[in-house]
């Protein structure tokens, strides 16, 4: 499905992708402070960097002068990695003072994003923290004491409640009361969260548990559907080796309808697979994902990591 994007959206990441200058997608040579937030394997990443006015003494004063990113993901990831750097460049900004961006903020100078798109702008906003985390340590600048809530050094440890994206209860406890979410549409919309299989909505201690002890338990969640089952990874012994066509065309289908269609579709894509020939897996790429400039990522990232770890370790992904 095509998304409502805004035209400065648009615009954003067409800039971004034709590297123009006054973008600012790369990196930084030996920066004061970097961070990141996602990663590769869950289909969005982003490292965040960013060089300070070093002639100013007090390193309380001393602006950001430059900001940058990389980025692996959609459109509006790209873009929404744009304006966070333009909003800290632009305001000349100290990383204290860059604290205050907030994931809204990044919305409301990109003229709005789908409501599936907010964790985009969220990506930006945690990457934002651990580089100023990054640059307080250097700096040894106790936050603490300049009256900020203390800042997350990377992903927050502790039990992964979504096994498919890596996401932690108190990192998910965290922006549940940050960001105001009520529903499980909204934390999958705001950090995709239970946005692929779906077994941590209602299990014990998944989503809905954490929206309940949050905001008090509501009558739908009375009412909640079992959990479903979480595919496990298909183990690589020699079994595997044996497979009739026909059994590995089933489990390459199994893999594509329990792990990695439901990961595309999120994002408005999806896949169809055309033929498989021995070990080579023929399929494109549809919907959303279909043209895209990182779609050789996503078949590699998504598609190929999947079914190799999941199926066979010697399959080989053929995009057509």
Not at 206 to 234: E, H, K
């Amino acid at each position: 499905m095509p998304w409502d994007y805004s035209e400065k959206v648009l615009q954003l990441f067409r800039d971004a992708m034709a590297a123009k200058a006054g973008t600012h997608m790369g990196s930084i040579d030996d920066p004061d402070g970097i961070g990141s937030h996602g990663s590769l394997s869950c289909g969005d990443a982003l490292e965040f960097a960013f060089k300070v006015d070093a002639t100013e003494p007090d390193p309380r004063r001393q602006k950001i002068v430059q900001a940058r990113y990389r980025t692996f993901g959609c459109t509006s990831a790209i873009a929404s990695s744009e304006a966070l750097c333009a909003l800290i460049e632009e305001k000349g900004l100290t990383p204290i003072q860059a604290l205050k961006i907030t994931n809204a903020d990044i919305v409301d100078y990109l003229d709005g994003l789908p409501a599936q798109k907010l964790h985009c702008s969220v990506m930006g906003a945690e990457a934002l923290q651990a580089a100023v985390a990054d640059w307080a340590h250097k700096r040894n600048i106790p936050l603490s004491e300049l009256g900020l809530d203390a800042i997350p050094t990377g992903e927050d440890e502790g039990r992964i409640v979504c096994r498919c994206f890596n996401l932690t209860e108190p990192f998910i406890r965290r922006k549940v009361k940050e960001l105001n979410l009520k529903t499980i549409a909204d934390i999958t919309n705001a950090i995709k969260a239970g946005g692929a299989c779906t077994a941590c909505h209602h299990e014990p201690g998944g989503l809905q548990d954490i929206l309940d002890d949050t905001w008090g338990r509501s009558d739908s969640s009375q009412a909640a559907t079992p959990a479903i089952t979480d595919p496990q990874p298909m183990p690589q012994t020699s079994s595997s080796m044996t497979r009739t066509p026909f059994q590995l065309a089933r489990e390459v289908d199994r893999v594509v309808e329990s792990d990695i269609r439901p990961r595309l579709q999120h994002d408005g894509g999806d896949l169809e697979i055309v033929e498989i020939r021995g070990k080579k897996v023929f399929c494109r790429l549809t919907g959303g994902c279909q043209g895209c400039k990182g779609a050789p990522q996503t078949m590699r990232l998504v598609v190929e990591d999947a079914l190799r770890a999941k199926v066979d370790a010697e399959l080989e992904i053929v995009a057509i």
